[in-house]
Nanobody, 119 residues
């Protein structure tokens, strides 16, 4: 059984910073791309940032220059450093990963962590 467990959300004022973490555990052979998504009330879930197993990254235009995704392959953990936060960044943030378990590739989601940015 594989789990993704997120942490690091909370309430912060505009202009502040937060760092999200997502740790994968269980019967993991390897992890391919890891991603952060977010979903604000009444809106569709959107991709925020992604990182390949080799460290290549890409970002949504709305967060470029403010957010940084990184990963620790030894710890099966992905991070999202969020700086210069804006009220429009308020959302539930979800970790996503494609994980090779024995010989099959599966997609997993974390439970979500709330990020609230006050103006």
């Amino acid at each position: 059984q594989v789990q993704l467990v997120e942490s690091g959300g909370g309430l912060v004022q505009a202009g502040g910073s937060l760092r999200l973490s997502c740790a994968a555990s269980g019967s993991i052979f390897s992890i391919n791309a890891m991603r952060w998504y977010r979903q604000a009330p009444g809106k569709q879930r959107e991709l925020v940032a992604a990182i390949t197993s080799g460290g290549r990254t890409n970002y949504a235009d709305s967060v470029k220059g403010r957010f940084t995704i990184s990963r620790d392959n030894a710890e099966n953990t992905v991070y999202l450093q969020m700086n210069s936060l804006k009220p429009e960044d308020t959302a539930v943030y979800y970790c996503n990963a494609h994980i090779l378990v024995t010989v099959s590739l599966y997609e997993y989601w974390g439970q979500g962590t709330q990020v609230t940015v006050s103006s």
